[in-house]
């Protein structure tokens, strides 16, 4: 593959950045060299199908590309590839294709795609994402995966049909994949699947062990845990927050509620209720008191009535989550919810402009009350429009006009946004 350039663009999660950082990897080995758009003999496109807006963005992606670029092979890989292969095929029928469990067979579909063959391989596989070629797109940021799939039945989901049920990595291969990666100079470990609280639940292993045993590395350095289901969380909850007492751990805790009711929650298959959500707010809190809350919210799911939607806003108001990731409800190919009624699009908006305002208050907020505070920063990266982004203990994102990327650094807040502080340097 010596002569082959590829180019790979990615929608979507932290899992599946880390799923391109792979197929940069595994082509790396073969000799395959990765280069800009214009360049690329293949163009590899990582979709993700989780969201409305996000299927029609990929959509048009394909289209896009296939008119700009109509020479150049074409490669979808994907959660697409795996939810809705009848859309795919219907607009892009010439492109080759590659599931998200086939990575490892990555060198071989961009192979055909460079002869102008059309060669699909998908399907579920156990092969372990874990100790395998990668290529990071940040060099001191590591993303591992710790497991693949979920154990649960959200109904609105679709996610699950393309990364099938719970399969846990083997920890002793994720913490020599830490090491490995801290000897080689990141500063920050992502440990990221579909329900991070969820690892273990098919080998009997907990993934406050497994954080435990990443802090006690050597070296200085940070590890962010990715989204945990609640109802997951439960299993091992006062594991988890010892585990994340540990100065090696932002003090950031990902939780979707995604609604303030019971029973639009019991709708939606979660299996947590509201009150389980908010012990477990509670108990990080107790024992953390500066640790960052996100959550997600769907707004104007099927059943969500008025008294439902505003149950919403007022765990919102009550909880004050620092970050809030807001859903309109939507459709999904083969979910369960999708026989169902939507509602009214325009009440649909005004729920979802409701939550927006009330989300940018509380945010804002929260983030106004850090202003004068002096924070200590892990800088991960050079900012767009100059300067550099940060992120203080609590995964909050911070621009400071100097510093040196890599580096931690003392700074005070001087200003603040609903999504980051702007601080300047004490140093």
């Known amino acids: 593959m010596d002569n082959i350039r590829v180019y790979i663009e990615t929608f979507g999660c932290t899992f599946n950045q880390a799923d391109s950082e792979i197929m940069a990897g595994v082509l790396s080995e073969a000799g395959a060299s990765l280069t800009g758009i214009d360049e690329a003999d293949v163009i590899i496109l990582n979709t993700c199908y989780v969201k409305h807006p996000t299927e029609h963005k990929v959509i048009n992606r394909i289209k896009r590309i296939r008119e700009m670029y109509p020479d150049k092979g074409l490669v979808v890989a994907g959660c697409m590839v795996e939810i809705d292969p009848q859309k795919l095929e219907s607009i892009s029928g010439d492109a080759s294709w590659l599931g998200p469990h086939q990575l490892m067979r990555t060198a071989e579909v961009v ?5 102008g063959d059309v060669k699909r391989i998908t399907g579920f596989t156990s092969d372990v994402k874990v100790g395998v070629p990668r290529v990071r797109s940040n060099p001191l940021i590591h993303i591992i995966q710790i497991c693949e799939g979920c154990s649960g039945s959200c109904s609105y989901c679709c996610t699950r049909f393309a990364r099938g049920s719970i399969q846990s990595y083997p920890s002793d291969i994720i913490v020599q ?13 992502q440990l990221t699947a ?7 639940s098919d080998t009997g292993e907990r993934l406050s062990d497994l954080i435990r045993e990443i802090t006690q590395i050597p070296g200085d350095f940070r590890v962010r845990v990715g989204m945990m289901h609640p109802a997951s ?11 994340f007492r540990s100065e090696k751990v932002y003090s950031f805790l990902h939780i979707p509620v995604q609604s303030g009711s019971d029973r639009v929650l019991r709708d939606m298959g979660r299996g947590h209720t509201v009150d389980d959500f908010r012990m477990i707010v509670d108990r990080f809190r107790s024992r953390i008191p500066e640790i960052s809350i996100a959550t997600d919210i769907i707004v104007g799911y099927p059943t969500e009535g008025e008294d439902d939607f505003l149950d ?3 765990l919102l108001e009550e909880v004050r989550p620092g970050f809030i990731h807001l859903s309109k409800y939507r459709h999904r190919p083969r979910a369960l919810s999708s026989s169902l009624d939507e509602i009214d699009f325009r009440e649909l908006r005004r729920r ?26 892990l800088i991960v990266e050079r900012g767009r429009k100059g300067g550099f982004i940060g992120r203080t203990d609590s995964y909050i994102p911070v621009v400071t006009h100097d510093g040196e990327v890599g580096s931690f650094r003392s700074v005070r807040i001087k200003r603040a946004t609903g999504t980051y502080l702007i601080a300047e340097s004490e140093e």
């Open 233 to 243: 969380v439960l299993r091992d909850l006062d594991g988890l927050v010892e585990a």
């Open 111 to 115: 192979r055909a795609a460079y002869r």
């Open 194 to 200: 579909q329900d991070t609280a969820a690892y273990g």
């Open 312 to 314: 919403t806003c007022r």
């Open 177 to 189: 994949e830490a090491r490995e990666a801290i000897e080689a100079g990141c500063r920050e470990i």
């Open 352 to 377: 979802s402009k409701a939550v927006e305002e009330l989300k940018g208050r509380i945010t804002e907020e929260e983030n106004r009350r850090l202003v004068g505070t002096t924070q200590n920063i």
